[in-house]
């Protein structure tokens, strides 16, 4: 499944627009099975082009209904979080059951 997403693979902007319609009605009924499931759901956005990342977490808030999805911005940590084991800012911001969340950037500390 992945080796769709590698980097390289393109699509046409014809092709893009067409897929959108289906794409948009996908994720939408996705979310709305969620809210009858036992478990949240975390949707984690890294990598070292913060400008598409972004553009990519709006996209998905334009698309999905946003009363039932979180968006999270991982930055530096803050003192307290430092005084806290590594994972505990992902720990403190997962969602509840029945959500999604957007979870943008690393957890990424000084050594």
Known sequence: ML???EVGNQVGKEE???AIPDLRVGLINAQ???RHANFPVIIWIAGDDRLAANELVNRLNEWMD???ADTRVFADPTDEEDQRPHLYPLWRSR???SRAAFFVGGLMRAA
Request: glycine share 0%; proline share 13%; no cysteine.
């Open 32 to 34: 709305y099975d969620l």
């Open 3 to 5: 080796e769709v997403a």
């Open 66 to 68: 946003s009363r039932y």
């Open 16 to 18: 893009y627009n067409a």
């Open 95 to 97: 969602p509840p059951k």
